[in-house]
Structures are given as C-alpha cells and as structure tokens.
C-alpha cells in the first residue's frame, strides 16, 4: 500500500494555506491538518500538526517548559510550497502491506485521528 497526501489545511486559518501571509513572518504557530488517503483504494484519515517557528515557541512557553517535538513541524518561515513539498515527499514515500502500518508511521509527522484508538 501506499498513501498519497489529498488535502493539506489549516483549522485556525481562513484562507487557503497557499494564500496565507502570516503577520510576524519569523512569528507564527497555527494547526495543520493532513488528509492522507492510500493511492489504490482511496478513503482518507486526517493527521493534525502544529506548524511553528522557534519564535512562536519561545513567545508561547516558559523557559522552564520542556516540548516533546512529536507533531510539531518548526520551520524558519512560512513557504507553503516548500512545506507542501516536504510534506508530500515524506507521505507519499511511506508503503507498506496494510493500513494501519502508514497510519502508524505518518502519525509520527501529525496526531492520527485514530491514534490511541481501541475496539
């Protein structure tokens, strides 16, 4: 199996991320969400990620904070193109023989809606 990225969006943001123009360019810190489906069989889940910068980390926390980088994507400024693309490359070069073994390993970009998730 392998995924493909269908959607790439953001929750907190209003225009489309292409369009977007954060006001404090070295400044910013907004959720993403990935719509990642599998390449044969279509369907998509959603994989949710803080994209930030070391400012907007340093501005949001204290000193004395302690950050487990899991989900968070910390870029040096916003080029949706080159974040797109990063994006991008990293899921749709994810294959493996079921499902759940890319759902597991593309939770480790953005938080999967079934993470944690028990029957």
Known sequence: MKAILQKFYSTDIDVPLSDFVPAFPDNFGFLARLI?????????????????????????????????GRHYLIVFEYNYQRIYSKLQSLIEGFEASNWDEIGLVIGRLGKWEFEDYQE
């Open 36 to 68: 990642v489906g599998e390449e044969k069989f279509g369907g998509e889940e959603s994989f949710d990620m803080l994209i930030c910068t070391p400012q907007w980390l340093i501005a949001n926390h204290t000193p004395s904070d302690i950050i487990i």
